[in-house]
């Protein structure tokens, strides 16, 4: 890592506005929305209280699945971000997985106000299905999309590098691979300058 990897971010200072279990209770999309996306327990939470400097906007936990509704914040500059209950296990009934992955699916699809996607991988095991599959979809789309390889400060660096490498040359034009990590702040300047350009360009 250079001093450079760790330049100070202008946070994405936001608030918390609504929750929804389901598309018609998603508020009004009338303001552009970056959604964030993830493997439960790849840090999709921390990875949002990092870039927008605040230590407890998302709920963090240890226990994958804890984020169970679809979850609106309101960024100070203008827009909102947008934290999707996250794929894989969660400790809840079928049912309720099931109903999850409806309301993902569903706002992914049918949200006309969604300008790019924040897709948070485990940098020790990317390109999961989800993460492909999820890859593929922003591409049929033409969404932009930042694909922060979270947790990079457990690799050493030749293994980060490396990782890149890999991941750079299975992804198309519109995604933007990165080096991450929310506990040390690496690559966070870089995404929050990303996001923020999405926001700022989908403004009236």
């Excluded at 590098?161 to 990590?181: I, K, W, Y």
Aim: glycine share 8%; net charge positive; aromatic share 6%.
């Amino acid at each position: 890592m250079t001093d450079s990897d760790f330049r100070p971010a202008a946070p994405l200072t936001s608030s918390f506005l609504t929750s929804a279990d389901r598309l018609q209770r998603c508020p009004v999309d009338d303001v552009p929305e970056v959604c964030f996306v993830g493997r439960s327990n790849a840090g999709k939470s921390s990875t949002l209280n990092r870039l927008t400097g605040s230590r407890s906007l998302a709920r963090v936990s240890k226990t994958p699945g804890r984020t169970q509704l679809i979850n609106f914040f309101t960024v100070v500059d203008g827009g909102r971000l947008v934290d999707l209950p996250g794929y894989g296990y969660a400790n809840a009934p079928k049912a309720r997985r099931h109903a999850w992955g409806r309301a993902i699916d569903d706002y992914l699809n049918r949200r006309a106000n969604l300008v790019g996607i924040v897709l948070v991988m485990d940098a020790r095991r990317p390109l999961q299905p989800f993460d492909a599959h999820m890859i593929d979809w922003a591409g049929s789309r033409g969404l932009p999309m930042l694909a922060l390889l979270n947790k990079a400060d457990k690799l050493k660096r030749g293994a980060r590098a490396q990782t890149l490498r890999d991941v750079q040359r299975q992804l198309g034009e519109n995604c933007h691979p990165m080096l991450f990590s929310a506990q040390t702040g690496l690559g966070a300047a870089d995404a929050a300058d990303l996001v923020r350009s999405w926001l700022s360009t989908a403004q009236p």
